[in-house]
């Protein structure tokens, strides 16, 4: 029998287990597939994805490819000094 997950558990699962990845490659290619998955639906395109050490965790430049709306729409809340 499968167990049946709503979209608030799986995305609990991403938040509660990122740091559990194996290696810095891994954590890199987590990133790049949660951002492909969050511009595919809000809009934006995936670019530069790197490790800063300063954070102490990998971040991705998120541009926009004419899909996201005048404000930033769900980007608009984060890295208020970066432009869309």
């Given at each position: 029998?499968?167990?049946?997950?709503t979209t608030?558990?799986?995305?609990?699962?991403?938040?509660?287990?990122?740091?559990?990845?194996?290696?810095?490659?891994?954590?890199?290619?987590?990133?790049?597939?949660?951002?492909?998955?969050?511009?595919?639906?809000?809009?934006?395109?995936?670019?530069?994805?790197?490790?800063?050490?300063?954070?102490?965790?990998?971040?991705?430049?998120?541009?926009?490819?004419?899909?996201?709306?005048?404000?930033?729409?769900?980007?608009?809340?984060?890295?208020?000094?970066?432009?869309?």
């Amino acid at each position: 029998m499968a167990k049946i997950l709503t979209t608030r558990e799986l995305a609990q699962i991403v938040l509660a287990n990122s740091d559990n990845l194996i290696d810095l490659a891994q954590h890199e290619e987590f990133t790049k597939d949660l951002a492909a998955l969050v511009t595919k639906h809000f809009g934006g395109s995936v670019g530069l994805i790197q490790y800063v050490e300063e954070l102490n965790d990998v971040t991705v430049a998120i541009s926009n490819d004419g899909n996201i709306p005048n404000g930033g729409g769900v980007y608009k809340d984060f890295d208020t000094e970066g432009e869309l």
